[in-house]
């Protein structure tokens, strides 16, 4: 008997990266024997960030994948894509009702979105968190994994259905957020989150050299300039990165970046292996379902056709709640 649902999401950025793969994907993994678990490719979230869309198709290939390959199982998990079952619009836009908007204008990513594409400040990404909200409610999810840059979002999602409920009668339950070990994974800069659009990422996808030259390229901790000059592992990000692809033999590596009697050419080298090695039975998995598109059409048809018969249920009770029927 499994506990209850989940939902996540993501936006179609195409190949996954070790941020999404950390901070989410892994607890999707996980929780895909004890939960009911939809997992969704949110292009119509992706428009927001997009006026050229002739990558978007292609996108959403890549990601499902990256995702069949790293485990999610079809049969266990509903697999879609968000646009497929279009309900969610619909509830979008009932719940933008109830939404203050000054709830959505204090919202960090959109203060942040506002300088990162000033030129393409849309109305659709003012209603983002809503739409995410909509995602999550659709489905009745009680838990939602995800990383750590998304909990404002899910903050203001629960407030947005207390809301809701508080006007309409109890209809949907509040979800809460589940981290990973690895919530936040900060990019090769050192610096910012993993993102595509940093440009500090490292994809799952890449072959063992291109891992090798990305890492190559990777910060290390700012005071050690020279080699012999002692290391601060605490600062270092690739040495975070380390611990989590090569737990077991990392505590000496410590010791000897602290002593100068390793270089960070070195940690680069040690952590692009682990990372190597951790995701090769990925990469071979990925090229075997790349070589099935029939597939891999086949599981979001069968994904969305299940995610649609529980959306129809649900927006039925919702119009019958604010009295639209
Ligand atoms: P998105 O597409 O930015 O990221 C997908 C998931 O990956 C996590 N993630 C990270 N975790 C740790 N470190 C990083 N550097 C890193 N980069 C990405 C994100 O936290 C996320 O869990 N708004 C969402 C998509 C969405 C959604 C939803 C999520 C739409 N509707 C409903 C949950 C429920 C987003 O843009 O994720």
């Known amino acids: 008997m499994k506990k209850g649902r989940i939902f996540s999401g993501a936006r ?55 995702w069949l390959a790293v485990g999610l199982d079809p049969k266990k998990s509903i697999l879609f894509v968000q646009s497929h079952v279009p309900e969610v619009m619909e509830l979008h836009t009932l719940l933008s009702m109830v939404t203050p908007l000054s709830w959505l204008l204090r919202v960090p990513t959109f203060k942040e979105k506002i300088k990162l594409q000033p030129e393409n400040v849309n109305y659709g990404l003012v209603g983002y968190p809503v739409l995410m909200t909509s995602d999550i409610v659709l489905y009745k999810a009680t838990v939602v994994p995800v990383g750590e840059d998304q909990l404002p979002h899910l903050e203001l999602a629960r407030e947005i259905i207390r809301r809701f409920n508080s006007l309409f009668g109890y209809t949907f339950p509040e979800p809460k957020g589940k981290l990973t070990n690895y919530p936040l994974v900060i990019g090769l800069d050192g610096k910012e989150k993993m993102s595509k659009q940093a440009g500090n990422d490292i994809e799952l996808a890449l072959s063992a050299g291109e891992t090798i030259e990305k890492i190559k390229t990777a910060y290390t901790d700012p005071a050690r300039r020279y080699r012999s000059d002692p290391g601060h592992p605490d600062k270092c990000n690739v040495y975070k990165l380390m611990n989590y692809f090569e737990s077991t033999s990392v505590s000496g590596i410590a010791e000897k970046c602290q002593k100068a009697e390793i270089g960070c050419v070195d940690c680069k080298m040690i952590l692009a292996e682990a990372i190597n090695k951790a995701l090769e039975p990925i990469r071979e998995q990925r090229a075997e379902l790349a070589a099935n598109p029939k597939y891999i059409a086949e599981v979001l048809a069968d994904g969305a056709e299940r995610a649609q018969i529980i959306a129809r249920e649900t927006l039925t009770e919702v119009k019958k709640n604010m009295r639209l029927i």
């Not at 996954?16 to 793969?21: A, F, R, S």
């Not at 607890?27 to 939809?38: A, G, H, T, V």
């Open 12 to 66: 179609p950025t195409g190949r996954q990266h070790i941020g999404n793969y950390l901070g989410a994907l892994q607890n999707w993994i996980k929780l895909q024997d004890e939960y009911n678990c939809i997992y969704c490719i949110v292009d119509i979230h992706a428009l927001t960030s997009l006026e050229d869309t002739s990558n978007l198709q292609n996108n959403i290939r890549e990601m499902i994948l990256d």
